[in-house]
């Protein structure tokens, strides 16, 4: 076997591409900075900097934004990314919706939408479907293929990296086996990267969310499935098989069968288990404030109408008083493993409202050695779209060598 000889030539040439990465690097997470900053944060020469900027400025992916305020002297120039050299188109899939949106290279979305997912029959396919919504966008907003950077798609459950597979999810999905990202590999010219949706949530949280500044901390979800995803030294943590925070796995206790569905924690603590479980309840009961408002305004009980009745119906309250019991020791046995300073919980929890995460609160303070703070999101919607533009952002400038 032949060692591989890298020349001098080749060595100051790799040097000089890794450097120009740390500088763009840091151009795109700081907004704005000078040659002066960048020299001393990198520890490079003034010279080695202004040779870098002028390289990615005459390839447009940097650009002048101004002067520093000086009282005398030379202005220093300031720097940025140019937020509009490329763009992430980011996809966050769900069970019967699709949001999508636009975004730059500084992470700001430029366009969002979101809508019901269309019948397979309509398109062929739902690979086809999405594809032709990517193309619908991109024309309404007069951006040409050649100007994306990255599409970034969250997939509902454990996925393929290598085709963009769903490899396991709790509820079912019409597409879950298209290889989305061999699909729209073939038809857009541009990186396809494909994550479980709760991944990219989390990396949302922490861009953007209730989690930024924060090391280590969770996003849960329990809207038909239970998962979690993961932060830990501010890296996202997936495991060796991308399934780390399936938790919906866990089984509820030592003496269960796991060989049976109905003992996994999922069986017991998503959202449409607790409705149904209430609404038995209510109509069983017959005589319920809660029973009677859904009749009498034919709604269907949600979380947001579940919270408002928390502390006017007793049998809404006993039950969502089981449930911060049942949410509560996952969290505590969660925490005990992983030592984390938050919690967030997003999707449809959210509107159970704060009188519930309040109690949720004081049933972990009690019973847990190491308390977390527990949090609801604060961009829950767009928790996956911000999160896949930042991956599209990350990949792109990792992948530019000038």
């Known amino acids: 076997m032949k060692n591989t000889i890298i020349s001098s030539k080749q060595n100051q040439e790799l040097f000089e591409i890794q450097n120009q990465k740390k500088v763009l690097k840091l151009v795109s997470e700081n907004g704005h900075i000078t040659i002066k900053d960048l020299s001393k944060k990198l520890d490079l020469s003034v010279t080695t900097i202004i040779t870098i900027i002028d390289s990615l400025m005459s390839h447009g992916l940097v650009k002048e934004n101004g002067f520093v305020p000086t009282k005398r002297g030379r202005k ?3 720097y940025s990314i140019n937020e509009n050299y490329k ?15 636009i975004s730059n290279l500084l992470g700001d979305f430029i366009y969002i939408t979101n809508e019901n997912v269309a019948p397979e029959e ?19 907003n007069n951006i040409n293929v050649n100007e994306l950077a990255a599409i970034v798609v969250g997939n509902i459950g454990v996925v393929d990296d290598n085709t963009g597979r769903i490899s396991y999810a709790a509820g079912n999905a019409v597409w879950e086996s298209q290889p989305i990202k061999l699909f729209l590999e073939e038809k857009f010219p541009c990186s396809v990267i494909v994550k479980n949706d709760i991944n990219l949530s989390t990396i949302g949280e922490h861009k953007k969310g ?19 995803g993961i932060i830990l030294n501010n890296k996202l943590y997936e495991g060796s098989n991308g399934a780390a925070g399936e938790i919906g796995f866990s089984i509820v206790s030592f003496d269960a ?10 069986s017991r603590i998503t959202l449409n288990n607790l409705y149904g479980d209430v609404w038995n309840k209510i109509i069983n009961n017959g005589d319920s404030p809660l029973l009677y408002y859904c009749e009498s305004t034919e709604q269907k009980l949600n979380a947001k109408i579940l919270g408002e009745y928390y502390l006017l119906d007793n049998i809404a309250n ?10 509560g020791n996952l969290i505590i046995n969660f925490t005990a ?3 984390l300073s938050l919690i967030i919980l997003g999707g449809e929890i959210v509107d159970l ?17 190491f308390t977390p703070r527990i949090r609801y999101s604060s961009i829950d919607k767009y928790s996956g779209l911000i999160g896949a533009a930042s991956i599209g952002i990350e990949e792109f400038l990792k992948s530019v060598s000038g």
């Not at 763009?87 to 949106?101: E, F, H, K, N, R």
């Open 353 to 369: 409202g704060n009188v519930f995460l309040e109690d949720l609160q004081k049933y972990i303070n009690r019973n847990c050695f």
């Open 210 to 228: 209730a989690a930024q500044g924060e090391s280590n901390f969770a996003f849960f979800r329990f809207d038909i499935g239970v998962k979690a």
């Open 76 to 78: 220093p120039v300031i």
């Open 257 to 266: 069968n796991a060989s049976l569905p109905e003992n996994r924690i999922e």
């Open 122 to 140: 309509d398109y062929g396919s739902f690979s086809h479907y999405l594809s032709h919504k990517i193309t619908e966008i991109l024309t309404d």
């Open 87 to 101: 763009y992430i188109v980011a996809v966050d899939l769900g069970q019967t919706s699709i949001y999508l949106g």
């Open 318 to 327: 006993k039950a969502l008083t089981e449930f911060i019991i049942r949410l």
């Open 337 to 339: 493993v992983m030592n």
